[in-house]
Each structure stands twice: as C-alpha cells, then as structure tokens.
C-alpha cells in the first residue's frame, strides 16, 4: 500500500515498526501533516517531509534535541558556533538550526504548530527543548510562509511534545570524549496520568556538557596545525604579547624577564623583541568547545470540556546558561583614542614605570584575566487552544481551534577580562612614589586618591611580562580589580499570539472530499538588548554597541483548499491540487500576499509523483528595524576623489564636491594615499526602519517509490530551488557611494531612514550613517534522495536508512548592480561555515529479541578555502591558478579539503525489568578533517560541525 510506503519514506523505521505488527488498524484518525491545516487521513503531501520518530532520538546517541537536528543532511553550518569562542552578542550559547544553509533566520520553528520565541534578530533557540517529551519531530523542506507566515522560507521544523502518557519513565546518559574531557550529563523524567477526560504529562530534564579546551585538540593548540601526529607550521603567533612590549625610535622593547630582580624603571632592563622568542598563543588560553548546561521542563494537559471541545496546555520552562574563554585582552594604547599618545596618553612620561621618560605606546596581553563569557537564558512559554469538531450538513465533520501563545525569553551576558580604557588611562598616567614607598597615581602636587572605587586610581605598569615579580603587575589584585569590570548585557523578547482556524470538508467530489483550512492569526512581537553600560560608552575593550528595543504587530488570514480531481482511473490512481494563500498586514512595512500550489498524483498504486510551487517571505526583524548603534573608523573609497575615484570630475560629483577634492583620511597627510582608506573620523552603522521583507519563491518536483516486487523498499526524490529576492544585507560606506555618484541611484545620496551622508563646503564627509538594506539575491537548488528498506528475518529485524541532500546550486548577491556576478558558495569553505555539495546520513539497524545495534555513516563532501600561502605553501595550495565567472578574471588560490565520513556505533539490551541499557560511540573509528585554515565556524582551524574526537556514551532507560 503506498500510503504506508509514504510513512516508511518520511520516517525512517516506520516499516520496521509495521514489520512488528500483527494487524493493522481498522479506523484512521484524520491527522495534520506539518505544511498543511486541513487534516486528512492519507498521509502523503504535496510537501517532502522527514520525519525523526521517538526510537530515532533514542538510537543515535545525541543528547539534545539540538544535536540531532544539526546532523540532518539538509541542515547547513551552525550558527553561533559552540567552536567560535569569540562569538558575541544575545544569541550566543543558543542552538539554530540553519535548513539549506540560507541561515536560521529562514527556518521557522514550531513546538506542536505554534511559534517558538524569537530573539531581537530573530533566531529561535531549539535547546531549551527537553528530549525525553519529544514524540516526533517533523521537518518540512519546503517554503510554508502560506501556511505558518513569516520565516518559513527555508523549511519548517515542527517538534511534537509526547502526550496522552500513562505511567512513568526516567532516564540517564553520560559520556566524553576519548581524551577524558567534555562530560555530557543528562537525567530526565516523563511522567503521565491518563483518565476518562483529562490527560497530563509532564517532562523535566537536567542536562550539562562541560568545555573543552583548545590545548587539548592537536587541530586548536596552534594556529597552523598539519595533522594528529606531525608537527604545526611555524607561525601564527599573536601580535600583541603576554610579555608586553613598548615602542621607542622605531623599534619595540620588551623586558628581560630572563633575569629577574630588575628595576623595570630603567631602559637598561630591556632588549629588543625577539619573534622568535617572545611568542603568544591565545589558543593556550581558550575553549574549542563552549559548556553548556539545561534545566528544562514540560507540561501538557488535556480536558474533555464536552464531548465535542478539550482544552489543552502546553507549558514550556527552560533555563540555559553556557560559557566559553579566549584568551585575555590584546590592549594596544594606539588603538585607543584615550589611550593612546596620539590622544595624550600612552604610557604616560610622568610614570614612574616609563623607562624612557617620554611617552610610549605600549602593547600587552591580558594573560592574567582571560575573557570569559557566560550567557544565561530563562524561557517561559504557553499555549492555550480550545479545539473540537462539529457535524453540519451531510455529516460532514468540521475541525476548529482557538487559542493563545505567549512565550518570553529573558537573558543575562555576564562577561569578564575587558579593560576599562578610561582606567587604563588613569593607571598609566602621571604616577610618583609616596612618603609609604607605594606607587600612588597622579602627582606629589595633585595626588589621586590610591584604591580601585569611584574617583580613585590604582597605577599598573604595562610593561612587566605575565609570570614576572615586580611590583604593580597584572598580576597585582588590585590593578585587576581597577582596570577589569564585569560587563552585564541584558535582554528580553515577548511573543503574543492569538489565533483561530477551522477545517473540513466542503462537500464531495467525483474524486473525493473538497478539503478546506482557514484562520486568522494576530501576533505581537517585542524584544530588547542592551549592552552592557560602559560598553556603550566605548569606554571599554569589549564591543561597543548602542541598545536594542522595539515592537511590532500583524494580521493575518489564510485560506487552503484540497481538490481532488481524479480518483481511481487509469493512470491516475489519485490527482489532485492543493491551493493556499495568505494575506500579512504588518505595522512596519505594510502588506504582503503570498500563495502556493501544489499537486499529488499517482499514475499507479506504487508511485507518487508531487510538486509545490509557493511564495515565502521574511519580515525585518526586531534588530533590522530599530537596532543599536556603534561607531568606528571605517576604511573606504570615495568615488569622487580625483586620485583615486572611479566617478572623479562627473558632472554627480561636482555637484557635491570641488573640482580639485581629496578624500580626507587618517594618514599622515591627512589625504588617501590608496585606493580605500580609513576615515579620520568616526562613522555610525545602525539599524533601518525602512527595510522592507524579503521574497521568496520555492519550487519542488520529486517522487516516492514503492515497489510491490520488494516489499519494505522506498525511495523518495525531490528536487528543489529556493530563490530569496529583496534579501536583508549589511551596507558599507563604499557601496553607498558607489551607488550614489558611479551608478546614479539618487536615492542613495540621502536615505532618510536607511544609509546617509553629509559633506561640507569643501566636500569632505562629516557624517555617515549607514545600515542594513533590501539588495540582491540568495539562490539555491539541489536534490534529496531517501531510501529506505525494512526486512525481517528468522535471524531479527533489519531496516537500513539512507538520506542524502545534494546542492547543485547556492549563490548569493548583495548588491543590485546587474554588472556584478554573484558570488558561488557551493563546495566553498569560509569563515561562517561550510556549504557542502553532498551530505549522507547511512543508518543499518538490527533488532532481535531483547538485543539491538545501529550503525550509522555520516558523509561530508570535499570542499575548497583559499590557501593559506601559495608561495611558500604550495603542498596546501591544490589550484593556485583557481578562477571562476564571479571572480570577473582575477586568480583566487584555493586549495581542495577531502570529504569525511564519521561512524557511529549502539549496542542496546531490554532488561527483563522493562529497561533499556545502551551504550555506543560516536565517531568510533576517531576520524579527523585535515585542518581548514579559514576556520569554519570555529575559532580553530577545524570545521565547527565536525566531531572532535571519538565520544563514548551510555544510557539507561528506566519504564514503570
């Protein structure tokens, strides 16, 4: 029967599970398939949709629901990677999951098909999730912006929580990694009361998974490494020592640590610096792998109010706190206003510590306070729906639901190791020893009260290398203690929805019933960042950042419609459409109308042949639209400079500037000397309240294969293409006036909402503000390929399961210049992440009795990243002559990784005392990538999505 070679398509197991069953049921129930309201007993869609069941959570070997939706062949790279300890901002230590690599931005996902919460950017956190309440979890890859509204562009991951339980179990896993480090924790509890008209169940959940640090891992302990077993190439070292360094006539001096007992006052007690010898490493200092711990729990509830009307709950808390190191500060005084000797600072010549008594510039490491961050996150979520059904008419019955979602996330940044600069100013100012003998700030005239509070100072000598015994060090508590403040960023998002819809049948077709969906929704959106208080002064190491804060409201209506058109005639077994559509009017940019059409049609019983065609779209988000602002010194081009400028003399340009203009630069002559140069003053990036969203179309055609000469054998293929127009870029100084005054867009001369500049009488720019803007395009297309196979033997029950999700295309525009190709991404490697033509996921099962195994494969293609060095690299520069059309003639060296394939391993035992012990490991055979020195992902020359190790587990399974 093919619909159950649909189900064994799009669950992996489902046949096995038939395979157990002596007699199959009599009645079906109408169920919902995520991407559709109307709900039906047939379960094949127009839609491809995977589905992970609750026995695939328990034989993989993840501990979080996140960790298995990231292994899923069409999830892309990870976004705010645990392996990217610099990550910053109110989304880290969350997990998103990021369909087709278009960012998880574009994937919308939902706990039992509502929303779940939002951050100011728009990312949706799915470990707060406790695994032990999922049932299934449904992933739809195809756009359903029709269906579910925004963000639906990508695909839709709907997690379905276990209901109407009975009785009890609790459950316990543990496991590391090979090397003894990186302990995963979780202990659960699903508990359930089931009577004649209410229903409870209730999940709670402990989770913690400890860090791992980067001198651990052979691929994190130097910059350049070259394998498990051979040594790193030279090199990579930081700029800015854990010794400290100081500049004086052109060349840096650092102390002779080797000699202690110096007097650090006198120039004699210094050397050169010598690369060779003064060398620092952050990755001594920082995790490869950020910590994580969960506590988490889930309540449903179920009440018959009548016969015909139940109400139920869904209630959702989780608490989640994660951390992560880098290695302590590289203050550089130049690179600080305050500072710095240009701004009058330095290390001051009045300093008791300057050994030449004029003031210097100094570079020094905080090694003795590493950055550390620790994010915590509090979700309280719940839904309310009234649901029921009635008969009308011909006994036809009728669905419907109203309800109510409100979920709140409230977070807390704690950040520790950044300077305060206006500190660091004052501890290295003016400084002279007092009647005590103690270094006090300030001078024997006008001295400043000694202490680390308000108005005091504590005076720190950035000159003494980390581990070195004199006095007023880094190491000192009380230079720590001044010159260090915890930061605290704070922030809150709400989700506020109210929704009703209603579902049925019209009436009957030659073919079948007329299906129909319809429903309103008003949902309210606000969020809020603020940035810790000095960052957003600027008077701190840390990013500067202004805060974040805003709303907005819409409305919507949908409406879908089931047609069947043939029905049991030649060729045509089942033919028949799916049409929807949905009206979005937002308070921000206005209206948005998007449609979808789709068909099912099966030429004979063991064939289904479907297609979608639909329209998706992406509102701007909290962040989009009214984000904080940060200044910086930006390095630009400006098109009318008569030097360089590709508009210079235009008849554009000489309306705003003079004939013989310069642009100004921080130079010493004060003018460009190349083609882009940094401003000498400060410009301003934001937010843009005009963006409008973007636009969407997705296209599907694919197949289930069921045939009857072998039976548990499915195959599934679907092709698809994603095209995102209108896309949310970041904009740069240069792409505005470029725009501006070489391609005559008028309305980037001044934007009253978006990027804007203003220049004097002479020309020169005095102010730019620029933000984010509605430009070029994303595209991507590929092909997912599943088969599945189930077979039972006198020797046990085996299924094998193969997944693969092909890309054949992904590329992305960021600017509307029809000149300029876009750039391709597919097989590439950079700093964000990986786009993979090919992942694979190979399942074999076995069960028999009492005993059970899972292997599981997981392939990823070869990929290229641009060579580390060519010319003194060339073994790690494959294509030195590499050049493709979006590269418009120029030569990009890039150098070609191999692909990777990670084994895993269960063995699992059913205890006559209705237990389940499993133990396993994932990536038994303890397989490494070859380094990637574009860090994908990761703060380490190691892809971020890859497995670090062989990591060996056990879980147990208690059912009462």
Same mark, same amino acid.
């Given at each position: 029967?093919?619909? #159950?070679?649909?189900?064994?398509?799009?669950?992996?197991?489902?046949?096995?599970?038939?395979?157990?069953?002596?007699?199959?049921?009599?009645?079906?129930? !109408?169920?919902?398939?995520?991407?559709?309201?109307?709900?039906?007993?047939?379960?094949?869609?127009?839609?491809?949709?995977?589905?992970?069941?609750?026995?695939?959570?328990?034989?993989?070997?993840?501990?979080?629901?996140?960790?298995?939706?990231?292994?899923?062949?069409?999830?892309?790279?990870?976004?705010?990677?645990?392996?990217?300890?610099?990550?910053?901002?109110?989304?880290?230590?969350?997990?998103?999951?990021?369909?087709?690599?278009?960012?998880?931005?574009?994937?919308?996902?939902?706990?039992?098909?509502?929303?779940?919460?939002? &951050?100011?950017?728009?990312?949706?956190?799915?470990?707060?999730?406790?695994?032990?309440?999922?049932?299934?979890?449904?992933?739809?890859?195809?756009?359903?912006?029709?269906?579910?509204?925004?963000?639906?562009?990508?695909?839709?991951?709907?997690?379905?929580?276990?209901?109407?339980?009975?009785?009890?179990?609790?459950?316990?896993?543990?496991?590391?990694?090979?090397?003894? /480090?990186?302990?995963?924790?979780?202990?659960?509890?699903?508990?359930?009361?089931?009577?004649? !008209?209410?229903?409870?169940?209730?999940?709670?959940?402990?989770?913690?998974?400890?860090?791992?640090?980067?001198?651990?891992?052979?691929?994190? !302990?130097?910059? %350049?490494?070259?394998?498990?077993?051979?040594?790193?190439?030279?090199?990579?070292?930081?700029?800015?020592?854990?010794?400290?360094?100081?500049?004086?006539?052109?060349?840096?001096?650092?102390?002779?640590?080797?000699?202690?007992?110096?007097?650090?006052?006198?120039?004699?007690?210094?050397?050169?610096?010598?690369?060779?010898?003064?060398?620092?490493?952050?990755?001594?200092?920082?995790?490869?792998?950020?910590?994580?711990?969960?506590?988490?729990?889930?309540?449903?509830?179920?009440?018959?109010?009548?016969?015909?009307?139940?109400?139920?709950?869904?209630?959702?808390?989780?608490?989640?706190?994660?951390?992560?190191?880098?290695?302590?500060?590289?203050?550089?005084?130049?690179? %600080?206003?305050?500072?710095?000797?240009?701004?009058?600072?330095?290390?001051?010549?009045?300093?008791?510590?300057?050994?030449?008594?004029?003031? $210097?510039?100094?570079?020094?490491?905080?090694?003795?306070?590493?950055?550390?961050?620790?994010?915590?996150?509090?979700?309280?979520?719940?839904?309310?729906?009234?649901?029921?059904?009635?008969?009308?008419?011909?006994?036809?019955?009728? /669905?419907?639901? $109203?309800?109510?979602?409100?979920?709140?996330?409230?977070?807390?940044?704690?950040?520790?190791?950044?300077?305060?600069?206006?500190?660091?100013?004052?501890?290295?100012?003016?400084?002279?020893?007092?009647?005590?003998?103690?270094?006090?700030?300030?001078?024997?005239?006008? @001295?400043?009260?000694?202490?680390?509070?308000?108005?005091?100072?504590?005076?720190?000598?950035?000159?003494?290398? %980390?581990?070195?015994? #004199?006095?007023?060090?880094?190491?000192?508590?009380?230079?720590?203690?001044?010159?260090?403040?915890?930061?605290?960023?704070?922030?809150?998002?709400?989700?506020?929805?109210?929704?009703?819809?209603?579902?049925?049948?019209?009436?009957?077709?030659?073919?079948?019933?007329?299906?129909?969906?319809?429903?309103?929704?008003?949902?309210?959106?606000?969020?809020?960042?603020?940035?810790?208080?000095?960052?957003? &002064?600027?008077?701190?190491?840390?990013?500067?950042?202004?805060?974040?804060?805003?709303?907005?409201?819409?409305?919507?209506?949908?409406?879908?419609?089931?047609?069947?058109?043939?029905?049991?005639?030649?060729?045509?077994?089942?033919?028949?459409? =799916?049409?929807?559509?949905?009206?979005?009017?937002?308070?921000?940019?206005?209206?948005?109308?998007?449609?979808?059409?789709?068909?099912?049609?099966?030429?004979?019983?063991?064939?289904?042949?479907?297609?979608?065609?639909?329209?998706?779209?992406?509102?701007?988000?909290?962040?989009?639209?009214?984000?904080?602002?940060?200044?910086?010194?930006?390095?630009?081009?400006?098109?009318?400079?008569?030097?360089?400028?590709?508009?210079?003399?235009?008849?554009?340009?000489?309306?705003?500037?003079?004939?013989?203009?310069?642009?100004?630069?921080?130079?010493?002559?004060?003018?460009?000397?190349?083609?882009?140069?940094?401003?000498?003053?400060?410009?301003?990036?934001?937010?843009?309240?005009?963006?409008?969203?973007?636009?969407?179309?997705?296209?599907?055609?694919?197949?289930?294969?069921?045939?009857?000469?072998?039976?548990?054998?499915?195959?599934?293929?679907?092709?698809?293409?994603?095209?995102?127009?209108?896309?949310?870029?970041?904009?740069? @100084?240069?792409?505005?006036?470029?725009?501006?005054?070489?391609?005559?867009?008028?309305?980037?001369?001044?934007? @009253?909402?978006?990027?804007?500049?203003?220049?004097?009488?002479?020309?020169?720019?005095?102010? %730019?503000?620029?933000?984010?803007?509605?430009?070029?395009?994303?595209?991507?297309?590929?092909?997912?390929?599943?088969?599945?196979?189930?077979?039972?033997?006198?020797?046990?029950?085996?299924?094998?399961?193969?997944?693969?999700?092909?890309?054949?295309?992904?590329?992305?525009?960021?600017?509307?210049?029809?000149?300029?190709?876009?750039?391709?991404?597919?097989?590439?490697?950079?700093?964000?992440?990986?786009?993979?033509?090919?992942?694979?996921?190979?399942?074999?099962?076995?069960?028999?009795?009492?005993?059970?195994?899972?292997?599981?494969?997981?392939?990823?293609?070869?990929?290229?990243?641009?060579?580390?060095?060519?010319?003194?690299?060339?073994?790690?520069?494959?294509?030195? =002559?590499?050049?493709?059309?979006?590269?418009?003639?120029?030569?990009? @060296?890039?150098?070609?990784?191999?692909?990777? &394939?990670?084994?895993?391993?269960?063995?699992?035992?059913?205890?006559?005392?209705?237990?389940?012990?499993?133990?396993?490991? =994932?990536?038994?055979?303890?397989?490494?990538?070859?380094?990637?020195?574009?860090?994908?992902?990761?703060?380490?020359?190691?892809?971020?999505?890859?497995?670090?190790?062989?990591?060996?587990?056990?879980?147990?399974?208690?059912?009462?």
């Amino acid at each position: 029967m093919l619909p #159950a070679a649909i189900l064994t398509a799009i669950v992996p197991g489902a046949a096995f599970a038939q395979a157990q069953t002596s007699e199959a049921p009599t009645t079906l129930d !109408r169920i919902e398939v995520t991407g559709s309201r109307i709900r039906q007993v047939d379960l094949e869609t127009a839609q491809p949709v995977l589905q992970i069941t609750r026995q695939d959570l328990e034989t993989q070997g993840y501990s979080s629901v996140a960790d298995i939706l990231e292994n899923i062949t069409s999830a892309g790279s990870p976004a705010i990677s645990r392996a990217a300890p610099l990550s910053s901002g109110e989304n880290v230590g969350g997990t998103y999951i990021d369909l087709r690599n278009l960012g998880p931005q574009r994937t919308l996902v939902l706990v039992n098909g509502r929303r779940l919460g939002i &951050t100011t950017s728009g990312l949706q956190d799915v470990s707060g999730i406790p695994t032990s309440m999922v049932e299934r979890i449904e992933i739809l890859k195809d756009g359903a912006s029709t269906i579910y509204g925004s963000d639906a562009v990508a695909g839709v991951i709907n997690i379905i929580t276990r209901r109407n339980f009975d009785g009890a179990e609790v459950g316990a896993y543990y496991g590391q990694w090979g090397e003894g /480090d990186g302990a995963v924790e979780r202990y659960d509890i699903v508990v359930g009361s089931k009577g004649e !008209r209410t229903s409870l169940t209730f999940g709670a959940e402990y989770a913690k998974e400890d860090p791992v640090f980067a001198p651990d891992r052979w691929f994190s !302990r130097d910059t %350049f490494p070259t394998g498990p077993k051979s040594d790193p190439i030279p090199g990579g070292a930081s700029g800015t020592r854990k010794e400290g360094q100081f500049t004086f006539g052109g060349q840096n001096y650092t102390l002779r640590r080797d000699v202690p007992n110096l007097n650090p006052a006198l120039f004699s007690s210094y050397r050169l610096v010598d690369p060779a010898r003064d060398v620092t490493f952050p990755s001594e200092q920082s995790t490869v792998y950020s910590g994580i711990e969960r506590k988490s729990a889930f309540l449903n509830s179920i009440i018959d109010v009548t016969d015909n009307i139940t109400l139920e709950t869904d209630v959702l808390y989780s608490d989640r706190d994660s951390f992560a190191r880098n290695a302590g500060y590289p203050f550089r005084s130049a690179d %600080f206003a305050n500072s710095s000797v240009a701004g009058g600072s330095g290390l001051s010549a009045g300093s008791v510590f300057n050994p030449v008594g004029v003031a $210097v510039n100094y570079a020094r490491r905080g090694w003795e306070q590493p950055r550390e961050v620790r994010n915590s996150l509090t979700t309280f979520r719940i839904s309310n729906a009234l649901k029921g059904s009635f008969e009308f008419g011909d006994n036809r019955v009728f /669905d419907w639901d $109203v309800g109510h979602l409100y979920n709140q996330n409230k977070g807390v940044q704690i950040s520790t190791g950044n300077l305060n600069t206006l500190n660091v100013r004052r501890a290295t100012g003016p400084s002279f020893r007092n009647a005590d003998g103690v270094v006090q700030c300030g001078t024997a005239a006008n @001295p400043i009260t000694l202490g680390t509070g308000p108005n005091a100072c504590t005076p720190w000598n950035p000159l003494i290398p %980390f581990g070195y015994a #004199a006095e007023n060090s880094l190491a000192d508590p009380n230079v720590q203690a001044y010159l260090y403040k915890p930061g605290q960023a704070l922030s809150e998002t709400e989700t506020r929805a109210y929704f009703a819809n209603l579902s049925g049948s019209i009436f009957e077709l030659p073919a079948g019933d007329l299906g129909f969906a319809v429903g309103v929704e008003h949902r309210q959106e606000r969020g809020s960042f603020s940035p810790d208080a000095l960052a957003q &002064t600027g008077d701190s190491t840390d990013l500067a950042a202004g805060p974040t804060g805003g709303s907005y409201s819409l409305d919507e209506i949908y409406g879908e419609l089931q047609i069947p058109l043939l029905s049991d005639v030649p060729f045509a077994q089942e033919l028949s459409i =799916n049409l929807a559509s949905r009206y979005s009017d937002y308070d921000t940019f206005g209206d948005t109308t998007n449609s979808k059409a789709g068909f099912t049609w099966k030429p004979f019983e063991a064939l289904l042949v479907r297609g979608t065609w639909s329209q998706g779209f992406r509102a701007p988000t909290i962040n989009d639209l009214f984000g904080g602002e940060s200044q910086s010194f930006e390095t630009y081009s400006d098109p009318c400079d008569t030097r360089f400028g590709i508009a210079a003399g235009s008849a554009r340009c000489l309306a705003d500037v003079p004939a013989n203009f310069r642009q100004r630069a921080n130079s010493a002559s004060g003018f460009s000397e190349t083609p882009a140069a940094q401003s000498d003053r400060a410009f301003t990036s934001g937010s843009n309240p005009g963006l409008t969203p973007e636009e969407s179309v997705s296209k599907t055609l694919g197949l289930v294969y069921s045939p009857s000469q072998v039976e548990g054998l499915n195959v599934a293929l679907d092709w698809w293409n994603i095209r995102i127009d209108n896309t949310i870029v970041g904009d740069a @100084p240069t792409t505005v006036l470029d725009d501006c005054y070489a391609r005559g867009i008028e309305s980037r001369c001044s934007d @009253p909402t978006g990027s804007r500049f203003t220049r004097d009488a002479n020309g020169v720019i005095t102010s %730019f503000f620029y933000a984010g803007i509605n430009a070029g395009f994303v595209e991507t297309e590929g092909y997912d390929l599943d088969v599945n196979y189930a077979l039972s033997t006198d020797y046990g029950n085996f299924r094998a399961s193969w997944l693969n999700t092909y890309v054949s295309k992904n590329e992305i525009k960021t600017d509307s210049d029809a000149a300029t190709p876009p750039s391709q991404s597919n097989g590439f490697s950079g700093g964000g992440g990986i786009n993979f033509r090919l992942r694979s996921n190979l399942s074999l099962g076995w069960e028999l009795g009492d005993f059970g195994m899972t292997w599981t494969t997981r392939y990823y293609s070869g990929v290229k990243e641009s060579c580390l060095d060519g010319d003194s690299l060339p073994e790690l520069c494959s294509l030195p =002559n590499y050049t493709a059309p979006d590269l418009s003639g120029n030569i990009s @060296p890039q150098n070609e990784i191999g692909s990777n &394939t990670f084994h895993d391993v269960q063995f699992r035992w059913t205890a006559p005392w209705n237990a389940t012990v499993s133990v396993g490991a =994932n990536n038994v055979f303890e397989h490494y990538s070859a380094p990637m020195y574009s860090n994908p992902a990761s703060g380490s020359a190691y892809y971020g999505g890859y497995d670090i190790g062989r990591f060996l587990y056990m879980q147990y399974n208690q059912r009462f």
